[in-house]
DNA sequence: TATGAATGAGTCTTCATTCAT
DNA sequence: AATGAATGAAGACTCATTCAT
């Protein structure tokens, strides 16, 4: 389904994806019809069928596109700097930024997770994610700054306590964000004991 | 739909809940059809609505039902410990222990958080289980065995940690749970730093 | 799409396939629609799908019972009548009649030879019918009575006749069906030397 | 919709006529869409507008087209022949020849005949030609080289031998044109009897 | 002339649910 | 308790056609 798009063409599938991801969010991709997505925008039904070959198309889209911003900003935020543990400590901190930005996608991401037609791209995402951790992780092992413990299974530790603060965070949503991260960052590091 | 059932009648409705579950598990909520569950058990559909008022329903019961397992569970690991700190230990390796024996419940619970119809209940079960652990926390922090940070969070963090490691060595499923479980509760108590 | 269907079942299943036959004849495999052929019996729009797996699959059943129908009378027509010629004549007699009392599947088993999906099942049967004929003519050949020509496309010849004539006489709708026959199998037999 | 064309308008018709008629013939006229010709052609959709009104014109056009083609290759093979039985036996020869060198009509033609929409169109031309060739079968009759049967239905018989064996020839692909031909002829004129 | 974009009625199909038996 | 049958609203997707540029 790649077309040559003209500017407003992309404009269309820009808005198409924008009105995706927040009905998918709100309500949940299976509950949301393709109708409901093309009435949100006044337009007609075939619209989305010019811009997508499917409603499943325009799901993985918006995983990719996410999942592409979201390193995009980690990257950013981690840039040159060397101590493994404070990059840690940065893409932490990115992450939970990130999603405090486009809370929209933690619903669909995590939907998208339990759904065996778009498990894959996200199982791939992952990977990615988490052999970037792990690679810090290694480093601060050699360093002594980390435990010598299995790497993979830290990073892993280390996700799910930024997926589920990040989650708390959004749902709960009236938490400072630097609060929140402080604390993620502070138990990833030193645990309970502190 | 309360209805009082004979052992044979109670026999059927766990054969559909078992059903359900795998099939939800397997399939995904959405894309699983009450024809499928009933199908998969050799019945026709009429038994379905005898037992459960919606396929809706059934879900539900599902989530109530493990959830009162998983809680079970834990308060069982638990017992008379008197060490907070070892009383959330204990509830971690519950924890794990228990969805290593329930696969299927890790896919249908994630997906329950995610639909707007069946939050509510999950938000009800995690609300009851933070405040358990939260519990557990604060005694550990007037005992200074745990610094003295948001209870809440810190709760919320270690959830996302047994989480995460739930699904990783589910869907990995190559590795000891004795291992997984070490790490988890090293994790939660010591941090990275060890 | 095997179903063990009940009198009632196997009743409303004839009724479909008469329906459809009817709609498909007149106005074409395409042009109708699944919600037409319910319409036009008064049920809902389910109750298709039920009996049939597709639009597709009522199309192939159509063909599959007109040409177990078709040849039946021809083999009940030629029963145990030795003499080859006489055979071809049977068989040509039987054909045109059939057609006359089917009309509808005339036009259905013309439209199904032009379309991708149909085509095969239609070259089978067609296969089938041409080799009859066949051993009929090698018959012939053996005996003297038929000329030594190919008889493939001798085969493929008279069917030819048969089809047009067939097609000719259910259109124009006025003529004798005898006469036609009558002409249909002069010509087979003498050309139009005579 | 009659248009003045300028020679390259003229051009971009016929490329229009050719590409619908290979893909008609392919995948059927239904199946195929507009876009699916345009695209073939790697034009966009507004050209097709402008050289036809609707889909269904382009097929009528196709029709007339190669109807007015083959009349005239039979026209020309016919020329000033005076004995009927010889210009029947041209006739013959010019369709199997001319349909052998535009194989995609066929099934074109055998198509448009099962729908009600085309099938006007085709009627006229098949009494075109089925009056053509009774004109001949009725000098064949007065100068006693026939037998004095229906004309009508003669015309028929002829049509239909060369109908089916010109689809098998087309199909099986693999015979010699002339011999085909050469049994056509036999065939119709002298019949199984030889 | 030509293009990308848009329309929206219409198609096939699914499925939760109900009902007669 | 159970079954086969039925319902019909709803969903994903198609496509002939039109239009602004």
New interface residues.
């Given amino acids: 389904m790649r077309r040559k798009l003209t500017p407003r063409g992309r404009e269309r599938r820009d808005q198409l994806m924008e009105c995706g991801a927040r009905l998918f969010a709100?309500?949940?991709y299976?509950?949301t019809s393709v109708a409901d997505v093309v009435a949100a925008l006044g337009v007609g039904k075939g619209v989305f069928y010019w811009y997508f070959a499917s409603k499943e198309e325009l799901l993985t889209e918006l995983l990719k596109a996410s999942n592409h911003d979201l390193r995009k900003r980690q990257q950013q935020a981690i840039g040159e700097e060397a101590d493994p543990?404070r990059r840690?400590e940065l893409g932490i901190r990115a992450s939970l930024g990130w999603f405090a930005e486009h809370r929209e996608y933690f619903?669909i991401i995590?939907?998208a997770?339990?759904?065996?037609t778009f498990a894959p791209v996200l199982a791939r995402n992952r990977e990615i994610a988490i052999a970037d951790t792990i690679r810090h992780?290694k480093d601060?092992i050699v360093d002594g700054?980390?435990?010598?413990?299995?790497p993979a299974?830290?990073a892993?530790?280390?996700?799910?306590?930024?997926?589920?603060?990040t989650r708390?965070s959004l749902v709960e949503g009236n938490?400072p964000l630097d609060?929140?991260a402080d604390?993620?960052v502070?138990?990833?590091?030193?645990?309970?004991?502190?």
Avoid: S
């Avoid at 997770?113 to 065996?116: F, L, N, Q």
């Avoid at 700054?145 to 299995?150: G, K, L, V, W, Y």
């Avoid at 892993?156 to 603060?165: F, R, T, Y």
């Fill in positions: 709100e309500r949940g299976h509950p543990v840690i619903a995590q939907f997770a339990t759904d065996e992780l601060g700054r980390i435990a010598d413990r299995d299974l830290l892993h530790a280390i996700h799910g306590v930024v997926a589920e603060l708390h938490l609060e929140v604390l993620c502070a138990f990833c590091l030193e645990g309970l004991a502190g």
